[in-house]
């Protein structure tokens, strides 16, 4: 079992910057794919960027690459979604999630644990 709790949520100004992190429990956190996701009011969940075990590998979704960026810090157990030049679409709710495989994973559906989720409000 993995828990996940997002924090570093907020409301900044389009073009601002906010840094998200997801702190999970356990000890094998380093066996974890992770995810970022996140769901805008009336819209589906909608993925945004993932990472492999190691942080060598990762992918984001068009509309985020380039301005977003993936870590983690697996001493830490902690994956972060750096968020910068932020726009008013980019507000929703973010969430992490976690599937106990080596290798990065992009589909919603592969995901086995989810954090509650952290609210991202860019005002124009």
């Known amino acids: 079992q993995v828990q996940l709790v997002e924090s570093g949520g907020g409301l900044v100004q389009a073009g601002g910057s906010l840094r998200l992190s997801c702190a999970a429990s356990g000890r094998t956190f380093s066996s974890y794919a992770m995810g970022w996701f996140r769901q805008a009011p009336g819209k589906e969940r909608e993925f945004v960027a993932a990472?492999?075990?190691?942080?060598?590998?990762?992918y984001y979704a068009d509309s985020v690459k380039g301005r977003f960026t993936i870590s983690r810090d697996n001493a830490k157990n902690t994956v972060y979604l750096q968020m910068r030049s932020l726009k008013p679409e980019d507000t929703a709710v973010y969430y992490c999630a976690a599937r106990g495989v080596l290798l990065i994973v992009t589909r919603e559906r592969e995901y086995d644990y989810w954090g509650q989720g952290t609210q991202v409000t860019v005002s124009s």
């Open positions: 990472i492999n075990w190691s942080g060598a590998s990762t």
